[in-house]
């Protein structure tokens, strides 16, 4: 299991690595992959908004410096009354899964949620820095 797993915001590097790694069903897997689709949407919101808002957003899953993948969140419905909650997903790169690195990076984005108030209806959102593993999540300026 890698030693230091990290979520910090996109950077424009990160996008070409997810276009790279998740353009096809290598990358995502038989049954996560959903057709080819065009980036041109996530690099305008990235330009817009660098991928973080209060309606969802993106971060990307670091192993020390190196950016393995990227996890999600966004708005959902579940129940008999549509109650409103936030859905989690993680991508890794292939080399990248199968050693709990997924495991990690979701336990933190939960964590940096709940942290902010996010139950619920409520909301998650990112600042500058970085989530680290272990311990309590936190996002450093």
């Known amino acids: 299991m890698p030693d230091e797993i990290t979520l910090r915001p996109v950077t424009?590097?990160?996008?070409?690595?997810?276009e790279r790694e998740f353009s096809g069903p290598e990358g995502w897997g038989p049954h996560a992959w959903f057709g080819f689709q065009s980036t041109a949407d996530l690099r305008r919101r990235f330009a817009e908004n660098g991928l973080l808002g209060p309606d969802?957003?993106?971060?990307?899953v670091a192993e020390g410096d190196v950016?393995?993948?990227?996890?999600?969140?966004?708005p959902g419905s579940?129940?008999?009354?549509?109650?409103?909650n936030w859905s989690l997903?993680?991508?890794l790169v292939p080399s990248a899964r199968g050693r709990?690195?997924?495991?990690r990076a979701q336990r933190l984005l939960a964590e940096y949620g709940a942290g902010r108030g996010a139950r619920g209806a409520g909301h998650l959102g990112a600042g500058g820095g970085r989530?680290?593993?272990?311990?309590?999540?936190?996002?450093r300026p």
């Open 67 to 74: 950016t393995v993948g990227r996890v999600r969140w966004f």
């Open 131 to 139: 989530i680290r593993a272990g311990g309590r999540a936190d996002i």
């Open 78 to 84: 579940w129940g008999p009354a549509d109650l409103t």
């Open 56 to 60: 969802g957003g993106l971060l990307s």
């Open 100 to 103: 709990g690195t997924g495991t």
């Open 89 to 91: 997903a993680i991508g």
């Open 12 to 18: 424009a590097d990160d996008l070409d690595l997810f």
